[in-house]
């Protein structure tokens, strides 16, 4: 379990493609306090800690997590948004978030608005009913709020976000290019209504 709040930019020292993908992080984390087995938010995907030093740490990625994650994100010199998971008693600063990739989001644009950055992100028709203005979303594993949604002809939906310098600068937002694939996660009470509402009470 994580909070969206991110605590470090992790950088891909090495992506090795044996049966699974084995990822070599850099890390700033203290890493004797971190156990093997420990999970870790990668940009969004909740990863398990499987071989550490001093300052990294590798995890394996299954083909499915790869298939359901943003495409060109666990290259080699890639950096991750990272997180460690919530202990019992921690400021819970974002929301619940579980570490399960929903969707992956594209950048559609990137507006100045004020001092911050105005993003316009797409997302697949699958997630559309779980968006709704000032809830929550998680991008690239950052909890953050969603201001606007405008449903498109495709069933597909465009929804707004405000990115304010903090933010930017304490994560991979401070670069941006259009286009640009975001692992998405919608907020875990939508995640839940949309499955209730899947089943027709007789």
């Given at each position: 379990?994580?909070?969206?709040?991110?605590?470090?930019?992790?950088?891909?020292?090495?992506?090795?493609?044996?049966?699974?993908?084995?990822?070599?992080?850099?890390?700033?984390?203290?890493?004797?306090?971190?156990?093997?087995?420990?999970?870790?938010?990668?940009?969004?995907?909740?990863?398990?800690?499987?071989?550490?030093?001093?300052?990294w740490f590798a995890v394996d990625l299954s083909a499915e997590t790869v298939a359901r994650?943003?495409?060109?994100?666990?290259?080699?010199?890639?950096?991750?948004?990272?997180?460690?998971a919530l202990k019992v008693g921690d400021e819970l600063g974002g929301h619940i978030v579980?570490?399960?990739?929903?969707?992956?989001?594209?950048?559609?644009?990137?507006?100045?608005?004020?001092?911050?950055?105005?993003?316009?992100?797409?997302?697949?028709?699958?997630?559309?009913?779980?968006?709704?203005?000032?809830?929550?979303?998680?991008?690239?594993?950052?909890?953050?709020?969603?201001?606007?949604?405008?449903?498109?002809?495709?069933?597909?939906?465009?929804?707004?976000?405000?990115?304010?310098?903090?933010?930017?600068?304490?994560?991979?937002?401070?670069?941006?290019?259009?286009?640009?694939?975001?692992?998405?996660?919608?907020?875990?009470?939508?995640?839940?209504?949309?499955?209730?509402?899947?089943?027709?009470?007789?």
């Open positions: 379990m994580f909070t969206g709040i991110i605590t470090d930019i992790g950088t891909i020292r090495s992506a090795e493609q044996r049966g699974d993908l084995r990822l070599v992080i850099g890390s700033g984390y203290a890493m004797d306090s971190v156990a093997i087995g420990a999970s870790i938010a990668c940009s969004g995907a909740c990863l398990t800690v499987v071989e550490k030093g001093p300052d994650t943003a495409p060109g994100l666990w290259a080699q010199g890639g950096r991750l948004n990272l997180e460690r579980t570490g399960h990739v929903d969707g992956v989001g594209h950048l559609v644009s990137a507006t100045p608005e004020g001092d911050s950055m105005r993003l316009v992100i797409a997302a697949p028709a699958t997630l559309a009913a779980a968006l709704a203005a000032k809830g929550s979303i998680t991008l690239d594993g950052i909890s953050l709020t969603v201001n606007s949604v405008e449903d498109q002809a495709d069933g597909s939906v465009h929804f707004g976000l405000n990115i304010i310098p903090h933010t930017a600068a304490q994560t991979t937002l401070d670069s941006l290019v259009e286009g640009r694939s975001f692992n998405l996660e919608i907020d875990v009470l939508a995640r839940y209504l949309d499955r209730m509402q899947s089943f027709v009470i007789a």
